[in-house]
């Protein structure tokens, strides 16, 4: 990996950007390895926790490749088919964003299930100063997250949100001090992770599913998670537990 530093623990991936000479700006080949990180996660199913080395999550995407860019370049969607593979993942993603999280990074940091963030957080869509849209997810991503209001002025307006009005957005859930935030991100982590894992995958699964196909969805994975040896043993727990007290 020459853009990312990984720590690959048993149930969960830390995926670092590591360009901090241009801010972790994403670069084709970045976007390259954390398509390769996608694919053992596909295969191999555990939580993603994204972050950024040299304080900032991301700037955005890297500007003097996208200059060089396009209509061919922009119609194969190289950053949006990305993203959008993150936030299929089998698995919860985790972005623990400290610093600029911009245009681009934004978009990255919309695609995962959760984000925290540090106080000192800049998040935002600036595209529109560059001439062009954000076409990698925040367009339909962040009206469902904050509503049509404040994304309209995030990405018409220019708008960046602090880390403190982030949260209070609910666009992040949780704020840490930048040297807590990744101590922050694995708390989180650890508390998927004591869940079952086939459980939280058909929820997350579920929880993506188009509104037509509710009930069914629900009804067929629960089908398949009753049947689980997991259910029977957590549940069995439980009641034992119950009757000691």
Sequence with gaps: MQRLL?????????????????RNAIDQTMVDELHEVCEW?????????????????????????????????????????????????????????????????????????????SPRLRIGNPETGLGIIAAAGALWRLPELVGEPLAKEMVLAGRVLTGVEALDVRLVTEL?????????????ADRIAANDPLATRYTKSVLRAARSEHPRAELEAQAVLFE?????????????????R
């Design 41 to 117: 996660l596909e295969r191999e199913p555990r939580i993603l926790v994204l972050a950024g080395a040299g304080g900032t999550f991301a700037s955005g995407a890297d500007i003097g490749e996208l200059r060089e860019r396009g209509a061919a370049d922009a119609r194969s969607g190289i950053n949006v088919g990305l993203f959008v593979r993150i936030a299929a993942l089998p698995m919860p993603v985790i972005a623990a964003i400290d610093g600029y999280a911009l245009g681009g990074g934004a978009e990255l940091a919309y695609a995962a299930d959760f984000r925290i963030g």
């Design 176 to 188: 840490h001090e930048p040297d807590a935030l990744l101590a922050g991100a694995h708390a989180l």
């Design 228 to 244: 689980s040896p997991e259910k029977l043993r957590r549940m069995t727990e439980f009641l034992e537990r119950r009757a000691q």
């Design 6 to 22: 990984i720590e690959d623990g048993p149930d969960r991936v830390v995926a670092t950007l590591n360009r901090p000479e241009t």
